[in-house]
């Protein structure tokens, strides 16, 4: 028993949680071993805290916290100290001080860090009362140095490249688009609602997994922002966004004809002349949306459109498919024009000719010849 426990616990524990813990940890002994050394303090628990609370996951949001935990203590040091020199008696400027920080530490921007504008509004009151100056530039020297260790920490110390987890959400959400696709050809061949075939939370699995993706590919874009280790800028191309983008305007598309035949089960029965084409069609959309992994659109895309197209006028000859039919055909086509719109290539990055060799030299030169008198 203590074995499955001590399992899913580590299955909640990820590595990301671990090293984010790591680098906390090294921040906050770096920030009170040096007050200790520089400022003589002998407990340095404010500048520990700072460094504990504003390490984050990423870089930029290591700099977020830091921000707003070095605004929200600002602004608590500009409310009190007014407070305790100029208002009396002591009970008004205090009423006076916890008022405004209150007030200023519900503001937006601050988030949770806000707690800290009337924290620090109080200790600056009491020690500005108790004519404690040294103690106040002590307090909050251990605060910058708190804030400037988070920061380094985060920066410097293996920071998080998170693109595993959102090439497993991307490989998930291709898996599931193209699994649905499938599942609606075989859904048009038998003149089944889609329900029947998909299961009845078909559409909100896909709309679960398009949320994931866009999440996990947000969070691997925020982790290589600001990064200083090479695998953040070898992997960048990777996870383009306007893969997410193809795969949603699919995903979309295939919401829409699920509920068209969802309405009319037999609206692909115009007979097989209709149904097997366009059965085949979704399959091949499938196939193209799997390999849509931002390179090339998939070969068959060219031909399958040109077959859209002569099932689109085949149906419309026939008068009893023009309606039902076109209805079907515009979102396929819709998501074949997605598919076939191709990703944009990296930047390519152009290199100094300095220190290269004595042939690329030549080639440059002869290039680019001189203009004789």
Do not use: K
């Amino acid at each position: 028993m203590r074995v499955v426990r001590w399992s899913a616990l580590r299955s909640r524990i990820g590595p990301t949680d671990c090293a984010e813990a790591a680098r906390a940890t090294v921040a906050a002994g770096l920030t009170w071993q040096t007050c200790t050394t520089l400022l003589h303090t002998p407990d340095p628990y404010a500048g520990a805290v700072a460094a504990l609370l504003i390490v984050e996951t990423t870089v930029v949001r290591t700099a977020s916290a830091a921000l707003r935990y070095g605004s929200g203590c600002l602004f608590g040091l500009l409310v009190a100290v007014p407070g305790a020199l100029y208002v009396q008696p002591a009970m008004a400027g205090l009423a006076l001080v916890v008022l405004a920080s209150v007030l200023l530490a519900r503001r937006e921007f601050l988030g949770h860090y806000g707690l800290h504008v009337p924290t620090t509004a109080l200790i600056t009151f009491a020690l500005v009362r108790g004519r404690h100056p040294g103690e106040l530039a002590s307090h909050l020297a251990e605060i910058v140095l708190g804030i400037a260790f988070g920061l380094a920490c985060s920066a410097l110390l293996f920071p998080a490249v998170r693109v595993r987890s959102a090439e497993r959400a991307l490989e998930e959400l291709r898996g599931l688009v193209a699994r649905y696709l499938d599942g609606l050809a075989d859904a048009v061949v038998r003149h089944e609602p889609p329900r029947e075939v998909l299961g009845t939370d078909w559409e909100q699995d896909l709309d679960t997994a398009l949320e994931r993706a866009r999440t996990e590919v947000d969070e691997a874009h925020e982790s290589m922002r600001w990064n200083v280790r090479p695998t953040a800028r070898r992997r960048h191309w990777h996870l383009d966004r306007r893969v997410l983008r193809t795969l949603s305007d699919v995903a979309r598309q295939l919401t829409a004809t699920g509920r068209l035949l969802d309405a009319q089960p037999a609206a692909a029965g115009a007979g097989p002349a209709f149904a097997q084409p366009y059965a085949r069609l979704l399959r091949t959309t499938a196939l193209c949306a799997y390999a849509c992994r931002g390179g090339r659109p998939h070969p068959a895309l060219p031909a399958a459109r040109q077959a859209l197209t002569r099932l689109g006028a085949t149906a419309c000859d026939r008068q009893a498919a023009t309606a039902e039919g076109g209805r079907l055909i515009r979102p396929l086509e819709s998501a074949l024009s997605c598919l076939s719109a191709p990703a944009p290539a990296p930047p390519v990055r152009t290199r100094r000719l300095t220190g290269a060799p004595a042939r690329a030299r030549r080639l440059s030169r002869a290039l680019h010849p001189r203009l004789r008198r």
